[in-house]
């Protein structure tokens, strides 16, 4: 293997250096395809080390950039425009790499095998942070390539190609699945939907798909959503539950697809039922549990908390034990959620910044709500609520962006006025 893998990166870099020529389409074509079958037959090792090389022997040209901003500052100091030397500054500054990369994608398949290339190089990045410079010219390309207007959305269901289906049991990551049944009960009964967002050049690979569940109120647990046993009619549904989000290729991570897709969903599903009264999500809390063990270090009341918490296990959580903690619980999720911030006054928790960045309110606290390993893992088995009112989404955006104000309605601001 060894060997193989030193002869494939030989030919990759060599492939490289000939990409980055002076050489005609077709075989740029060749060539690309060339390369990337190489790059398919590395070890981690010999990716790193091929990574580690495009990032120094494609930088950027400092005397060129210099000579191009002298050019530039020259042409404008003497009261021109200086657009064409703008021009020149600008392709100065663009790393080599770049252009390598897009002749890459010459090849046939070539978008999807560069998207997982990222997906390799955004793991070993962790232990070599060097590489985040190539990190960057990838996503600076990549949110190019996947820009809003080459995704179309399509409603995947049981009779959706096997390779369709195969992708979203590959990709649930929220609430994995088990196989082929547990997949069924997601998109064969009247009361589900699953929607997804296609590249024309990926393919039937997904690039986001979300879950929702026709149900009459706003969930407070999962498992109903998950293990559900009946169907219920759509036109006795009041409420799309909105309760898995996918992003299915790491690859893509920066590259934001959701929102589009949400509003979308949103707007397909109210066409299609306009009954329906209101859209909700249930959703994970990924950051909680952490949080919490790190804050309660400065808070004997929270250390009280989360001592007490660690000594339950996830089958605690429907004895009296839930009772006896909520009311301390429920305000220290509560403030996890919409007062502890990041350095840049967003929320700490990721889920959250998704969702009140597009729009949504955060509305109810929900706590047991999940029996998962994972779940108790994140936040003790809860989970929340963000409503979505589209009447409201423009205005609580801004207000997120703007003021990085957090929204809450419906039983949380309750819950908030009760705190405060």
Same mark, same amino acid.
């Given at each position: ?13 060599? /492939? ?31 990716? $790193? ?32 425009? /200086?657009?064409?030397? $703008? ?86 990551? %929220? ?29 039937? %690979? ?5 879950? %929702? ?23 006795? +549904? ?53 949080? $919490?063990? +790190? ?79 994972? +779940? ?45």
């Amino acid at each position: 293997m060894e060997c193989v893998d030193s002869r494939s990166l030989t030919d990759l870099l060599a /492939a490289c250096d000939t990409l980055m020529s002076d050489v005609g389409e077709a075989s740029l074509r060749e060539i690309a395809t060339a390369a990337l079958s190489a790059y398919a037959d590395l070890d981690d090792d010999a990716k $790193l080390q091929f990574l580690c090389h495009i990032t120094t022997a494609y930088d950027v040209d400092a005397d060129r950039v210099r000579a191009a901003f002298q050019q530039w500052d020259d042409v404008r100091g003497s009261g021109s425009h /200086a657009g064409d030397e $703008l021009i020149g500054l600008f392709t100065a500054v663009e790393p080599a790499r770049q252009q390598l990369l897009r002749r890459m994608n010459y090849a046939p398949g070539a978008t999807l095998a560069l998207v997982e290339m990222r997906s390799d190089l955004r793991r070993l990045m962790r232990r070599h942070p060097g590489l985040r410079t190539l990190d960057h010219d990838f996503h600076h390309l990549l949110r190019s390539w996947f820009n809003r207007g080459f995704l179309h959305m399509a409603e995947v269901t049981w009779n959706s190609p096997p390779q369709l289906r195969r992708h979203l049991l590959r990709y649930e990551s %929220v609430h994995p699945m088990a196989g082929d049944a547990e997949l069924r009960r997601r998109l064969q009964p009247d009361d589900r939907r699953v929607y997804a967002f296609f590249h024309p050049a990926t393919g039937d %690979v997904p690039l986001i798909f979300v879950e %929702v569940a026709l149900v009459q109120g706003i969930p407070d647990r999962i498992t109903p959503l998950l293990e559900a046993d009946s169907t219920l009619d759509p036109a006795s +549904a009041d409420t799309a539950a909105l309760y898995s989000i996918n992003n299915a290729l790491d690859g893509l991570a920066g590259v934001s697809f959701g929102s589009f897709l949400i509003k979308q969903v949103i707007e397909q599903v109210s066409a299609e039922l306009p009954h329906l009264r209101q859209f909700a999500t249930l959703s994970p809390i990924p950051g909680f549990r952490t949080w $919490l063990e +790190a804050t309660s270090d400065d808070d004997p009341e929270l250390r009280s908390l989360a001592d007490e918490l660690d000594q339950l296990a996830p089958q605690d959580l429907t004895s009296p034990h839930v009772t006896r903690l909520r009311n301390r619980f429920l305000p220290a999720l509560f403030t996890y959620l919409t007062v502890a911030r990041r350095d840049d006054g967003r929320p700490i928790d990721a889920v959250a910044r998704f969702h009140l960045g597009n729009g949504a309110a955060a509305w109810r606290l929900n706590w047991p709500a999940s029996p998962s390993a994972e +779940a108790w893992q994140q936040s003790y088995g809860a989970m929340v609520n963000y409503l979505y009112e589209p009447s409201q989404l423009e205005r609580r955006h801004e207000e997120f962006v703007r003021r990085r104000t957090v929204a809450v309605t419906g039983p949380l601001e309750a819950l908030a006025h009760a705190t405060s």
